[in-house]
């Protein structure tokens, strides 16, 4: 039984990434938050939304982290608190759909952010570029059966690499938005996309 869905480009998405003090949802706190919105098809970069988060009650930033990133206390000691982001996240969520790289560590952090700044997560509709991948990778073999089946490469500087996307720096999270963002066009295109469902 089909279910209508409606065309893709007439949702508008978000684009987020999030910047952590490690990958623990349960217990590491998110540093900067970074979204980009897609409406009919077109990224919007004037309406991106990023912000620093000062972590919750001294919760400690693992240098691991700071590695990758570069955000130390220093820079999150006077940034606004979890409490005040998660409305500013809510607000573009219920805009439309929520686009991430990596559903299972982003998708985890929010719900726990909206439960420390005592709100309920909306449940949005999820779109994965990670998901989009997989199901690339599994039209692949029918398309060209000689060659072995590979697991797809899922880091987002190489996958964007791979696809002829420019590079940018890595680990920021307004710039993890937009990278994210361009990929989803690419991969829509190449799924062949043309209802929100087919994306999920």
């Known amino acids: 039984m089909f279910f209508s869905s409606p ?12 910047e952590t003090g490690g990958l623990d949802p349960g217990k590491d706190a998110i540093l900067a938050v970074g979204m980009v919105p897609i409406r009919h ?4 970069l004037g309406e991106s939304y990023r912000a620093l988060v000062r972590p919750e009650n001294g919760t400690r930033i693992d240098p691991r982290s700071v590695e990758a990133h ?3 206390w220093g820079e999150v000691s006077e940034a606004p608190p ?3 982001v998660v409305p500013q996240i809510e607000r573009r969520l219920s805009e439309g759909v929520l686009l991430v790289h990596h559903r299972g560590l982003d998708v985890a952090f929010l719900k726990r952010a909206f439960r420390s700044a005592g709100r309920i997560w909306p449940r949005p509709r999820v779109v994965d570029t990670v998901d989009l991948l ?3 990778a599994r039209k692949s073999p029918f398309a060209a059966p000689e060659f072995p089946k590979e697991p797809p490469v ?5 996958v964007r690499r791979q696809n002829g996307l420019p590079e940018y720096r890595a680990h920021d999270a307004l710039t993890d938005a937009l990278a994210t963002a361009e990929l989803f066009l690419v991969l829509r295109s ?3 996309a043309r209802l929100l469902r087919h994306l999920r």
């Open 7 to 18: 065309p893709w480009d007439s949702v508008d998405y978000w684009a987020l990434d999030l």
């Open 41 to 44: 098809g077109i990224i919007r």
């Open 70 to 72: 570069q955000i130390v």
């Open 82 to 84: 979890l409490a005040e």
């Open 134 to 136: 997989h199901k690339i």
């Open 154 to 158: 899922l880091n987002l500087s190489r």
């Open 190 to 192: 190449a799924v062949g």
